[in-house]
């Protein structure tokens, strides 16, 4: 079998305890060639092909889709204010600068409890009336829970539905993609609860007191805290930068349906200059929350090696690889690092 190192490592992690809970899903050359699950999505529950879990920023590309599919649609330009299309909005950026992690609001900037998580209205408002923290468009920093608000209020504001319904009705739907925002009861029942695979991660996910990564990642806090994380405010709230509930399935699938060029199965729901413009480098440089080097796309981060997708704190990862051809979805609920993706990616890259 082709993709058997694959399987293998896939294997190995769980039997090693460096994973618990998982799915894995890759497709080759337009077709899907791995599909795997492994461990438990609760304890004494085994995880199942429809297991939804948390993914954290592996949804910001997802948010992106749907403000980009407007931006196809002719309903706004990139480089349209902001404000032109959300009264009110203070920050001079652009569509653009937001979809880029450059318009200069990385972080809420009003103190808010972790009940706010769930209304939306009160965080678009404190973004809404907030001064930029650097000149939209100069430098980057990666819109750690901002991104979601700024797209989807976006979303909202052109076309009237809440991004969670358009996700599921324009994207999801015609796709058959088993992801969403904003989860109803019957989907939360599905979904992998999240737990501590290395003790230390907590500490050092949260940066810095005072850091602009803890300022961005702790405010509403909780978004590292399992009693949130795994409870019906979280699942069914709407937060679209960190909260995506999918199956690695979904994520491989959608990234199939891009990596050739917006069509899938005969359903066309981006043309193929959009994917173009979506997947070409749009800020090449520092990026201020990250610390290195990034280069961004309309939504991505793209890779040295021409690959473009987006990692999730905890460990999940999706990405296509136009060079070789594949797409690539690991979904976890063991939040740790990202050194069990690296060994199923050298095992499948020893397969191509």
Not at 79 to 100: E, I, K, N, S
Request: hydrophobic content about 45%; charged content about 20%; some cysteine.
């Amino acid at each position: 079998m082709r993709f058997s190192a694959v399987h293998d490592c896939f294997a190995e992690l769980l039997a090693a305890g460096r994973e618990t809970g998982v799915g894995l899903a890759i497709w080759y050359d337009g077709e899907p060639v791995v599909d795997l699950v492994g461990g438990a999505r609760t304890p004494g529950r085994a995880w199942r092909p429809e297991t939804l879990v948390n993914v954290y920023s592996v949804g910001k590309p997802v948010a992106a889709l749907c403000l980009l599919m407007l931006v196809d649609r002719g309903r706004l330009d990139l480089d349209d204010p902001v404000a032109a299309h959300w009264p009110g909005f203070r920050t001079p950026a652009t569509v653009r600068q937001v979809l880029t992690h450059t318009a200069g609001l990385p972080a809420f900037p009003v103190p808010r409890p972790a009940a706010a998580i769930a209304d939306w209205d009160l965080l678009c408002a404190d973004l809404a009336a907030a001064e930029p923290e650097w000149p939209p468009g100069s430098v980057a920093g990666e819109h750690a829970w901002t991104y979601g608000h700024l797209v989807g209020e976006l979303v909202r504001r052109v076309d009237g539905r809440p991004v969670g319904r358009f996700l599921a009705e324009e994207i999801a739907g015609p796709w058959r993609l088993d992801l969403g925002f904003g989860l109803g009861e019957a989907d939360q029942r599905r979904c992998a609860e999240l737990r501590y695979g290395d003790p230390g991660w907590p500490d050092r996910a949260a940066g810095a007191p005072g850091s602009l990564w803890a300022r961005a990642l702790d405010n509403p806090p909780g978004g590292r805290d399992l009693s949130v994380v795994n409870s019906p405010l979280w699942r069914g709230a709407e937060v679209p930068a960190v909260n995506l509930h999918s199956t690695a399935g979904a994520l491989a699938r959608l990234y199939a349906g891009l990596l050739a060029g917006g069509v899938l199965d005969g359903v066309r729901l981006f043309g193929r200059e959009l994917v173009a413009e979506a997947t070409r480098v749009q800020y090449d440089g520092d990026d201020l929350l990250l610390g290195r080097r990034v280069r961004w796309t309309l939504g991505m981060q793209w890779e040295e090696d021409g690959s473009w997708g987006m990692g999730g704190i905890g460990g999940s990862s999706a990405w296509a690889d136009p060079g070789r051809g594949y797409t690539f979805a690991y979904a976890t609920s063991h939040l740790a690092d990202h050194d069990r993706v690296d060994a199923l990616v050298d095992a499948l890259h020893s397969c191509l």
